[in-house]
């Protein structure tokens, strides 16, 4: 069993940068890929990134690609989420989960889930 915790969200303003964090504890954490996944109000959850166990191999999802940056430290169980020039389309809560498969973008692709953060990017 992995617990996650995430941290980090709040309220900016288009343009500015957020950090998110992931804290995990249980089951060895670096045995799982892990992904930050969003929900926006009345959409579906989709992917964001992911990480592989080692944290040498990233995937993102196109609407991030060259803002978001995913990254993790396995002696600390975290992993993090770096956020750079918001957009109000940002706005999501922002899931942290931890699975098996790398890459892997369907949600049932990863078996433990935080409770998420929200973010959300005022125009």
């Known amino acids: 069993q992995v617990q996650l915790v995430e941290s980090g969200g709040g309220l900016v303003q288009a343009g500015d940068s957020l950090r998110l964090s992931c804290a995990a504890s249980?089951?060895?954490?670096?045995?799982?890929?892990t992904g930050w996944f969003r929900q926006a109000p009345g959409k579906e959850r989709e992917f964001v990134t992911a990480?592989?166990?080692?944290?040498?191999?990233?995937y993102y999802a196109d609407s991030v690609k060259g803002r978001f940056t995913i990254s993790r430290e396995n002696a600390k169980n975290t992993v993090y989420l770096q956020m750079n020039s918001l957009k109000p389309e940002d706005t999501a809560v922002y899931y942290c989960?931890?699975?098996?498969?790398?890459?892997?973008?369907?949600?049932?692709?990863?078996?433990?889930w935080g409770q998420g953060t929200q973010v959300t990017v005022s125009s």
């Open positions: 989960a931890a699975g098996r498969i790398f890459p892997a973008a369907r949600v049932y692709d990863y078996d433990y």
């Open positions: 249980g089951r060895s954490f670096s045995n799982y890929a």
């Open positions: 990480i592989s166990r080692s944290g040498s191999s990233t």
